[in-house]
């Protein structure tokens, strides 16, 4: 939503963006790599004053979410400076999804098509932009995979130099489609919240690097926005009647539900009532056991499930995520590896998109989502794929393969294929 900030002035331009405002206690500051209010320390977010933005203005623009530049907290020629433009990937009609589930109406929100084939080429791409603007010549981050990959590709891309922290036990795959960009990439014994306590010991100790999810977070953290910008304009400019997210940190579905609430502010879709609902794997879902147990605090857990993308046992937007998703009369539910993997299947038979564990995660949530009679089937519902299955083959491994194996003879497979 606009707000007007009156914490003082700044000679950045990093376009709308007016301060950083307290998520807990209101109080602002000018703009900064700052992530935690001094008087409280709650999260910062962005606060902006939004100018006149209509619908043509934003379908004239870029291929990319810098059409939306004018709703984001970077300079008004963002797309000419180098960077991976990402963003409009396609919002797919799933209607053999949408048979499977016994779903009146169903979309696909297929983020597989971004340039390292996931959501946090959006996030990136904005946490640069603003890096750039704040003096900072290094990207960095802790990542438990997509985001390894963003970074690298963008500070290449940008010709800037990376440092990427991540767990050891990454999937292989993720681990070379980082190092291929040939930045500084640590591997760190422990899971990603222990990663992610060392990357902010070490953003505390180089004022050059740019961390894009702890020391720019706020700025990182708007890029997600633009998933829900997509949405309402690929559906005629309207909002969907459901929703469901993953979630990891949690970031993303807050952002997706502040992105729908600022284009109704801002009069670009009718105002209409919506529902959020997250997704998280049994062996990482410390918000949907808050949900569920209808409590306020999310307890941090110690990650156990394929879904390592997913796998941040201390969520730090945890909380607001239970305030959108029972502000929106949602909710927040959780699914083994096995549904996690039939999922990945499901979707794949059904629509030919191949997803991560992550959009496993998705799928399977929506199902049982749907059993429980959470979701409404005749409602309007929009899933959001947020990285490709490429990335996380291990956890299809074993289960699928060829139907048989045969002499190159023509009897040999109409054989098989009787079978």
């Not at 907290?73 to 991976?84: C, E, I, L, M, R």
């Not at 438990?144 to 970074?151: D, F, P, S």
Request: hydrophobic share 45%; aromatic share 6%; charged share 20%.
């Amino acid at each position: 939503m606009t707000i007007t900030a009156d914490a003082g002035t700044t000679t950045l331009d990093l376009g709308p963006a007016r301060a950083l405002s307290c998520r807990e206690c209101g109080n602002q500051i000018p703009l900064a790599p700052e992530f935690a209010c001094a008087e409280c320390f709650g999260p910062l977010e962005v606060s902006y004053e939004f100018g006149n933005v209509t619908r043509a203005e934003i379908e004239a623009g870029p291929k990319s979410i810098w059409r939306y530049r004018k709703l984001l907290p970077v300079p008004s020629d963002v797309d000419a400076h180098p960077n991976t433009d990402p963003g409009l990937t396609r919002l797919v009609k799933a209607d053999r999804l949408a048979a499977a589930l016994g779903v009146k109406s169903l979309w696909v929100k297929d983020d597989t098509g971004n340039p390292t084939h996931s959501f946090k080429d959006r996030v990136v791409a904005v946490a640069l932009a603003a890096a750039r603007q704040l003096g900072f010549r290094v990207l960095a981050c802790p990542s438990t995979g997509n985001l390894a990959n963003a970074v690298a590709a963008a500070a290449a891309r940008a010709g800037w130099e990376s440092v990427v922290l991540i767990p050891s036990s990454l999937e292989r795959a993720k681990v070379l489609t980082t190092a291929v960009y040939d930045g500084a990439l640590i591997a760190v014994d422990g899971n990603y919240d222990d990663v992610n306590r060392l990357a902010t010991v070490l953003a505390a100790e180089h004022e050059d690097w740019a961390f894009v999810n702890v020391n720019v977070r706020p700025y990182y953290a708007e890029g997600s926005k633009t998933l829900g910008f997509e949405v309402a304009e690929q559906l005629g400019w309207r909002l969907p009647d459901q929703v469901v997210v993953p979630v990891a940190s949690g970031s993303q579905l807050t952002k997706v539900d502040k992105g729908f609430r600022e284009l109704t502010d801002l009069g670009l879709v009718d105002a209409k009532p919506y529902r959020v609902f997250g997704a998280q794997a049994t062996g990482c879902s410390p918000v949907a056991t808050a949900y569920k147990a209808g409590q306020d605090v999310v307890t941090p857990v110690k990650p156990d499930t394929i879904a390592r993308s997913l796998a941040i046992g201390a969520p730090a937007d945890g909380p607001y995520v239970l305030d959108v998703v029972r502000r929106t009369n949602g909710a927040v539910e959780h699914v083994s590896d096995e549904e996690v993997v039939e999922g990945i299947r499901l979707l794949a038979r059904t629509e030919g998109i191949f997803a991560e564990t992550a959009g496993g995660v998705t799928v399977a949530t929506a199902k049982k989502l749907i059993e429980t009679g959470q979701l409404d089937t005749e409602a309007e519902t929009v899933l959001l794929i947020t990285g490709d299955g490429l990335k996380t083959l291990d956890a299809v491994e074993g289960k699928i393969g060829p139907r048989a194996t045969v002499p190159p003879s023509a009897d040999a497979v109409r054989a098989a294929l009787a079978d």
